[in-house]
């Protein structure tokens, strides 16, 4: 593994469903962060955790839920999809919880809820 | 409120001359600066960054970027343009909203044409 990975790459859901989106860093990084991109409104934060055991809500965090049981995960959960959430999550690290650093990015999951 | 704006959301350049991606942003304090390119289906990736400094700050792939304080702004730009910097351009601040998070501008898309 090097860097940030994330999984799926792709999926389609049904709407009403549960889903957990994966990701993973190897840097060993404190501050992790989950991000959705939508066209013409950039990427909106959903959830943050600036060390392993802490969690905050960022700027839409209605529907989705973390978890940061160590330095290296951060899922993140749809308890029951809805349409609107149909994104492009992206998953980012960083070596500073204080934004003083630069992010590093996951390649992305696309996810289509019908 | 604490922002970041992008005016354009895309320029278009021939390849050879130079281009320029705007930026200004709107923060509490001193404002620490980001630029972060989008390559399709994939991840953004870092540029370069302004905390402290000379204002001209010199970062990946020969793009640069001009801090102006008086006039709140943080353009980036490359002296010669090329088809393979066609991508979308992100700008980001870090803010401080009772705790440190960085926010993103909506995106520039940069058209090189040969």
């Known amino acids: 593994i090097a860097g940030i990975t994330q999984a799926p790459t792709s999926q389609i859901l049904a709407a009403g469903r549960r889903m957990t989106l994966r990701c993973t860093q190897d840097?060993?990084?404190?501050?992790m962060y989950w991000y959705r991109q939508d066209l013409g409104l950039g990427l909106r934060l959903i959830h943050y955790?600036?060390?392993?055991?802490?969690?905050g809500k960022g700027e839409v965090p209605d529907g989705y839920s973390v978890s940061r049981a160590n330095t290296d995960d951060f899922p993140l959960t749809l308890a029951s999809a809805v349409p609107s959430q149909t994104s492009v999550y992206f998953c980012?690290?960083?070596?500073?919880?204080?934004?003083?650093?630069?992010?590093?990015f996951g390649p992305g999951t696309r996810l289509t809820v019908l | 409120a604490q922002s970041v704006a992008q005016p354009e959301d895309q320029v278009n350049v021939a390849e050879g001359n130079p281009l320029t991606v705007k930026c200004t942003y709107s923060?509490?304090?001193?404002?620490?600066l980001f630029w972060y390119v989008q390559y399709p289906n994939r991840g953004l990736q870092f540029l370069l960054k302004?905390?402290?400094?000379?204002?001209l700050v010199k970062g990946s792939y020969g793009f640069e970027a001009e801090f102006n304080k008086s006039q709140t702004s943080f353009h980036l730009k490359k002296p010669s343009a090329l088809v393979s910097d066609s991508a979308l351009y992100f700008c980001?601040?870090?803010?401080?909203?009772?705790?440190?998070?960085?926010?993103f501008g909506a995106g520039t898309r940069l058209f090189v044409k040969a």
């Open positions: 955790s600036n060390t392993a055991g802490t969690t």
């Open positions: 923060v509490s304090g001193n404002p620490y």
């Open positions: 980001a601040v870090r803010v401080d909203t009772g705790g440190f998070k960085t926010i």
């Open positions: 980012a690290s960083s070596s500073d919880s204080a934004g003083r650093n630069e992010q590093f």
């Open positions: 840097m060993r990084h404190n501050a």
């Open positions: 302004y905390i402290t400094g000379d204002n």
